[in-house]
């Protein structure tokens, strides 16, 4: 590098981001050479005789890392003669620390960089502040990405399969807490639509979001997780996982909240009893409000009829009033005889009466095909215990709606999508480098698993 005293008069005070690339990449060089060359010798050693093992050949290997690639030596033993007779074979031991040549920290990196921002944009931020090669295009960064999901899921699969295990055959037994409100688990679940890419489906698909954690309003949200599965299995092996990381044993209250989709009703059903489903708040509230700020609207606009408007309003105050407090009998009587009020009104061409009637007959449908999801709300408010999906729609704008916003005019696979989803919960619930980082801290064998001996063999030696 050669600065000059004349560009301080152009402001170029200090290294440049170009002038630090260069020292970095030659950092990372020399100690990523010795890292290598110190862990073959290490692997050379034979755990079992404490002799050299043969040399297969020299080859030399590039491995990316996020201050640029290196080129290292890269070795090839052979399996030990004297303690395995009979078994031929060679392993590389770089390949045991990188095998994807590229580095965990690397990989991380281009993971979270693809996870919140679209691919050619997070190859552009690699490029401009790292000294990577002009190769790390956008197709790298997804091709990574998409890598780090799968290895991801499978993980989240292995550990479902030991969950599912664990809790099949098993019922819920009721903690002696009564007035804990951190006994019950809470899992609010909604859907997401992402426009798909495949020409021959539909122009989108759903995406499941759901939240799991326990305590009531105010307390921690818990885990996220995202899957593009409708299956009740996965849903429910997915639910069961993330329950497991928030404590949960088989013991306890299980509570489903969600706004009352059908693919939403499956996991109430598949998971251990007794496990409670309601409905959210929030969609019932947001049903009633349209016919209360119409019924308003009438009886200032229209004089002449405001006792009878007003006598519609208070009914729709007090349907709401019932639907808060758990009377759903009560209340879908009232709104059948409010409907039919309206119906017979409607004959005299009372102005906006359509509307509060198709309203109504909407949100009478609504609680028919929910009212067994229909509880006390009042009585879980006061007790502190949450009552609407917000977890869950938070979920979906944190997850989804920041990623795979319709602005951005970007179309997914399922499955990219869902390995996606992978990588930004597992980020977003603070595992993604425990996760990346797990294959290499469990204890390897001391030869390839090819030519691990028989116990006849080891008798022999």
């Not at 960064?141 to 055959?169: F, H, S, Y």
């Amino acid at each position: 590098m050669d600065k000059r005293w004349e560009q301080l008069f152009d402001g170029d005070l200090g290294l440049s981001i170009e002038d630090g690339k260069k020292i970095m990449e030659a950092l990372q060089s020399a100690v990523v050479n010795h890292e290598a060359e110190t862990y073959s010798v290490y692997r050379r050693v034979c755990p079992d005789c404490h002799t050299f093992r043969a040399v297969k050949d020299y080859t030399t290997r590039r491995i990316r890392t996020v201050f640029g690639t290196v080129r290292v030596r890269n070795p090839r033993w052979m399996v030990c003669s004297d303690c395995y007779p009979g078994m031929v074979g060679a392993f590389a031991p770089l390949k045991e620390i990188c095998p994807d040549r590229a580095t965990s920290e690397l990989m991380e990196l281009t993971a979270q960089l693809g996870g919140v921002m679209s691919y050619r944009q997070a190859a552009n931020v690699l490029s401009k502040f790292l000294p990577v090669e002009p190769t790390e295009t956008h197709a790298t960064v997804r091709k990574r990405t998409i890598r780090v999901g799968e290895r991801i899921d499978d993980q989240v699969a292995n550990e479902e399969w030991l969950a599912t295990r664990e809790m099949e055959e098993r019922h819920q037994l009721e903690m002696p807490l009564p007035a804990d409100r951190r006994k019950e688990f809470v899992i609010s679940i909604d859907t997401a639509h992402v426009r798909s890419a495949e020409p021959n489906s539909a122009r989108s698909f759903e995406l499941i979001v759901a939240r799991c954690g326990r305590g009531g309003r105010g307390d921690a949200g818990g885990r996220y997780f995202v899957t593009a599965s409708s299956e009740q299995k996965a849903i429910r092996d997915r639910t069961w996982h993330a329950l497991r990381r928030e404590g949960y044993c088989g013991y306890g209250d299980v509570t489903v909240l969600s706004d009352g989709a059908e693919i939403l009703k499956r996991l109430p059903r598949a998971m251990p009893k007794p496990t409670t489903h309601i409905i959210d708040w929030f969609h019932i509230a947001m049903r009633v409000q349209p016919m209360q700020q119409i019924a308003d609207f009438m009886v200032r606009s229209q004089p002449d009829l405001s006792e009878t408007l007003s006598s519609i309003d208070r009914e729709i105050t007090a349907v709401k009033w019932r639907l808060w407090h758990g009377r759903v009998d009560r209340a879908i009587r009232d709104l059948e005889g409010l409907l039919a009020r309206l119906k017979s009104s409607q004959q005299e061409g009372v102005f906006s009466l359509a509307r509060l009637h198709s309203l109504g007959s909407q949100l009478l449908t609504y609680i028919r095909s929910n009212r067994a999801s229909i509880v006390n709300y009042g009585r879980r408010y006061r007790a502190g215990l949450r009552v609407a999906t917000t977890l869950a729609e938070s979920a979906v704008n944190s997850l989804i709606g920041k990623r795979m916003v319709k602005k951005q005019q970007m179309r997914w696979t399922p499955y990219g999508a869902h390995m996606l989803m992978q990588v930004r919960t597992a980020e977003i619930n603070g595992e993604l480098r425990d996760r990346l980082r797990q294959p290499f801290r469990q204890p390897g064998p001391t030869v390839p698993s090819l030519f691990n001996p028989k116990p006849p063999l080891l008798r022999a030696a």
